[in-house]
């Protein structure tokens, strides 16, 4: 640990823990038994305060006196892609683009060999689905009309109807696909 980061560390770890609880300097300071203005001197991090008041703080933030020092954690967090749910469908692969369910919503990428098709399965009515063709070419088949797609192409389509998916091409497809789910009553 850098003894020259850690003032702006500590400020910006008491900042942040007292912001993510919602609360005022003001109101962390007295649960602290520290004056307002040393708590802002400690979150500008100009402050040298001693064992004691630090030891306040992280009882007032519910936290260790690690953790006031400790370099912040991330927060974000990486998802390898064999992480993610595959469904095959015949040769063709849907790979579920985000980690986490959105009630409401379907978010995957399409991946077709050559001259593969695969059949949607239609939704709940009232359901709107979104493909756009990013790489190779998409051959869309909705309720018996047909839309080609080329890269950065999109077509809006009620998802509740009989569709399918084709690559028509030479080399493999990619495409994703947003549906946003209607209820179901």
């Not at 003894?3 to 400020?11: G, K, Q, S, V």
């Not at 008491?14 to 609360?23: K, Q, V």
């Not at 493999?172 to 549906?179: D, L």
Request: aromatic content about 4%; hydrophobic content about 40%; some cysteine.
């Amino acid at each position: 640990m850098n003894d020259e980061d850690l003032p702006d560390r500590l400020a910006r770890n008491i900042r942040t823990l007292r912001e993510t609880r919602g609360a005022t300097q003001a109101q962390l300071a007295k649960l602290a038994g520290v004056p307002r203005a040393t708590w802002a001197h400690l979150e500008s991090g100009a402050a040298n305060p001693t064992l004691s008041v630090l030891h306040r703080v992280a009882a007032a933030l519910q936290v260790s006196l690690e953790e006031l020092v400790a370099k912040p954690r991330a927060s974000a967090r990486h998802y390898p892609r064999t992480s993610l749910p595959v469904r095959m469908r015949g040769a063709g692969m849907l790979r579920k683009l985000l980690p986490d369910p959105l009630p409401g919503m379907e978010f995957d990428r399409v991946e077709l060999p050559p001259q593969v098709r695969i059949t949607g399965v239609p939704h709940t009515p009232g359901t709107r689905e979104y493909l756009t063709c990013e790489v190779g070419e998409l051959l869309l088949v909705a309720s018996g009309e047909r839309f080609h797609l080329q890269p950065g192409d999109v077509v809006v389509f009620r998802g509740d109807q009989k569709h399918s998916y084709e690559n028509p091409g030479t080399k493999t497809a990619v495409g994703y696909s947003v549906v946003l789910l209607t209820p179901s009553v």
